[in-house]
């Protein structure tokens, strides 16, 4: 099970940190992703996690302004978002990939997801 928390209301610049709380599996053996999807628009691929905890991968319009991380201990992802934009809000949603590798990809077929969390960025 992945539940998201974090999301809310933050004016245009700001930051937030969303968490996704992981239960039933361990990270070291998935891949963990965050995906967005705004009202009217595709699903889009924010960023990945490879189960080593080393491999990431971002979007493009999030590049150098997100951040994924984890913490094992509390079998958490969090993904770290700052200089934010109007054009970020959407719900936010984690998913898991069982994988064998350690290299993840926004392409892959996520099969576990969570139910969401909103993030409006508005002045």
């Known amino acids: 099970q992945l539940v998201e928390s974090g999301g809310g209301l933050v004016q245009p610049g700001g930051s937030l940190r969303l968490s996704c709380a992981v239960s039933?599996?361990?990270?070291?053996?998935?891949?963990i992703a965050w995906f967005r999807q705004a009202p009217g628009k595709e699903r889009e691929g924010v960023s990945c996690l490879g189960r080593s905890g080393k491999s990431t991968s971002y979007g493009d319009s999030v590049k150098g302004r997100f951040t994924i991380s984890r913490d094992n201990a509390k079998n958490t992802v969090y993904l770290q978002m700052n200089s934010l934009e109007p054009e970020d809000t959407a719900i936010y949603y984690c998913a898991a990939l069982y994988q064998l590798g350690y290299t993840c990809s926004l392409g892959s077929t996520y099969h576990t997801w969570g139910r969401g969390t909103q993030v409006t960025v508005s002045s």
């Open positions: 039933g599996f361990t990270l070291d053996n998935y891949a």
